[in-house]
T-cell receptor, first 113, second 114 residues
């Protein structure tokens, strides 16, 4: 049962334009959400996070939006750069203490120069 | 401060052999997590350990798989009698305390079972 879903396995965007990566979740106990970026042959690296008490968090070119009623979050990257080309994982943590992270299946972003 | 270290980076085993994957957490981190990524899938939680204790092993197969995080030395994920379906990338992550809102991941060990 995939509790965190990323329905777009891949996305191509022109350099300088906006990249929008989407994520849906089903578990109402999730209250903290993260985005990770992963290059080939490397481990995921943390990018940005958002608590369920917020609906937006911004860090430089990266903004995460959370719509709790729709159980949907999105990551916006603007402007997109070729170095952003990677696999992006949406992830979630349920309330209850420790950090058991549930990952989505990932979206491969390609930014075309 | 060195990051999370995993070795080996690549491991090839024949069916029926044992695989031992090692993870050295970041300095000062006492919480270790193991994840498995099968081809074309996301990372799946396997086990969460603190020093000398398994806190949550709900994601780990009941048979053939075991994990430990001794008082001294790295955390070990052990897979006995490997089968082809065990072929995957195994990632370790560490965090400094239970309230950490991020985990730091190692580069992973890619296990191939022939």
């Amino acid at each position: 049962d995939q509790q965190v879903k990323q329905n777009s396995p891949s996305l191509s965007v022109q350099e300088g334009r906006i990249s929008i990566l989407n994520c849906d979740y089903t578990n109402s106990m999730f209250d903290y959400f993260l985005w990770y970026k992963k290059y080939p042959a490397e481990g995921p690296t943390f990018l940005i996070s958002i608590s369920s008490i917020k609906d937006k968090n911004e860090d430089g070119r990266f903004t995460v939006f959370l719509n709790k009623s729709a159980k949907h979050l999105s990551l916006h990257i603007v402007p997109s750069q070729p170095g952003d080309s990677a696999v992006y994982f949406c992830a979630a943590i349920a309330s209850g203490g420790y950090q058991k992270v549930t990952f989505g299946t990932g979206t491969k972003l390609q930014v075309i120069p | 401060n060195a990051g999370v270290m995993q070795n080996p980076r690549h491991l090839v085993r024949r069916r029926g052999q044992e695989a031992r994957l090692r993870c050295s957490p970041m300095k000062g981190h006492s919480h270790v997590y193991w994840y498995r990524q099968l081809p074309e899938e996301g990372l799946k939680f396997m086990v969460y350990l603190q020093k000398e204790n398994i806190i949550d092993e709900s994601g780990m197969p009941k048979e053939r798989f075991s994990a430990e995080f001794p008082k001294e030395g790295p955390s070990i994920l052990r897979i006995q009698q490997v089968v082809r379906g065990d072929s995957a990338a195994y990632f370790c992550a560490s965090s400094p305390f239970i309230e950490a809102d991020t985990q730091y991941f190692g580069p992973g060990t890619r296990l191939t079972v022939l």
